[in-house]
């Protein structure tokens, strides 16, 4: 999920956890778990700080060792180790267990995001991405929203938060179900895929479509149980030649193809230098595929310049590259 309802999750934790007895009969066990809540919502995300390195390096790490077994075990005790010496009267056992339960709800929720996360890591670097609820779901954060300005004037805070999230895990369970639908359509359209990645977006109806058969790539969209096909590319598989190997090398192409599932790739020749594109079907946006991950490499086959990342024009494209072909 985004920050903002990792944020408001955090806050509604809180609230919830003031149910628990040990909780509510020690103001310096409800401060403590209030603030520890809230941080544990936030800490797995800490990696995002490597965007500020490069894109490389956040798309391959993003989601990945932080929010890992060893780390939602971790991370409860980091917090506890800055948190509780300003409540040494706190409950510490109850003040650990709202923590973890942050973190763990932190990572658990984001594995129902088309992103994803490495959440079974160390036993396994498989992305784990259910694809039933937007990164931003404004019906989620919006009922956060709601719950918590409810708390503000003066409702208790369990029992409100616990109906809201009994109508969450509704939402979540009606968001399968029109999950389910829209992979049915498209299994009657494409009865041959061999790979099928549905996307949620903002709208509840809405959904983005890449799949595959063993010819071709389909790149479409649903709304509501409507599915339609808008691109189909021939299913070219890469080859090993010079050119493709020595740009598979690059820590830009290298990080992509260490995330994206689905994707097509082009190689074109200039005067002075080669371009490897490759190209993230899982995105479209108003006819274009704004994820990519593209590398030049000079005629000896040495890197001039390479980007992977999101980009919505050639222009900006060329910008980040910082090279024009001629």
């Known amino acids: 999920m985004d920050t903002g309802t990792h944020v408001v999750m955090g806050i509604a934790l809180g609230g919830l956890a003031t149910l628990d007895p040990s909780v509510a009969s020690s103001h310096a066990t409800t401060a403590s778990v209030l603030i520890a809540t809230i941080a544990g919502s936030q800490i797995p995300d800490i990696d995002t700080v490597l965007k500020l390195r490069n894109n490389a390096i956040y798309i391959r790490n993003h989601r990945g060792v932080t929010h890992s077994i060893p780390a939602v075990l971790l991370w409860p005790i980091a917090l506890l180790a800055v948190i509780y010496p300003f409540f040494p009267d706190a409950n510490l056992l109850h003040l650990w267990a709202w923590t973890f339960a942050a973190v763990f709800i932190h990572v658990f929720v984001d594995i129902f995001n088309a992103y994803g996360t490495q959440a079974l890591r160390p036993f396994s670097n498989k992305w784990v991405a259910l694809g039933i609820i937007n990164t931003f779901d404004p019906f989620i954060f919006g009922f956060h929203v709601v719950g918590i300005f409810i708390w503000v004037l003066g ?152 980007y992977t990342g999101w980009v919505f024009s050639e222009k900006k494209l060329r910008k980040k590259l910082s090279i024009i072909p001629s």
């Open 155 to 306: 409702a208790d805070p369990g029992v409100t938060f616990l109906l809201m999230y009994a109508v969450i895990v509704g939402y979540y369970f009606l968001r399968y179900l029109a999950k389910k639908r829209v992979l049915d359509e498209v299994r009657t359209i494409i009865p041959d895929a061999t790979d099928i990645i549905i996307a949620p977006t903002m709208k509840f109806h809405k959904w983005r479509i890449a799949a595959m058969n063993r010819e071709q790539f389909f790149v479409g969209m649903a709304l509501k149980n409507k599915v339609e096909i808008l691109d189909r590319f021939q299913r070219i598989p890469v080859p090993k030649t010079p050119v493709i190997e020595a740009a598979k090398k690059d820590k830009n192409l290298s990080a992509f193809l260490s995330f994206s599932p689905v994707y097509r790739w082009e190689v074109d020749e200039y005067t002075d230098f080669y371009e490897v594109r490759f190209i993230d079907l899982r995105y479209r946006s108003n006819g274009h595929y704004p994820f990519v991950a593209v590398v030049q490499l000079d005629r000896e086959l040495k890197p001039i310049s390479s």
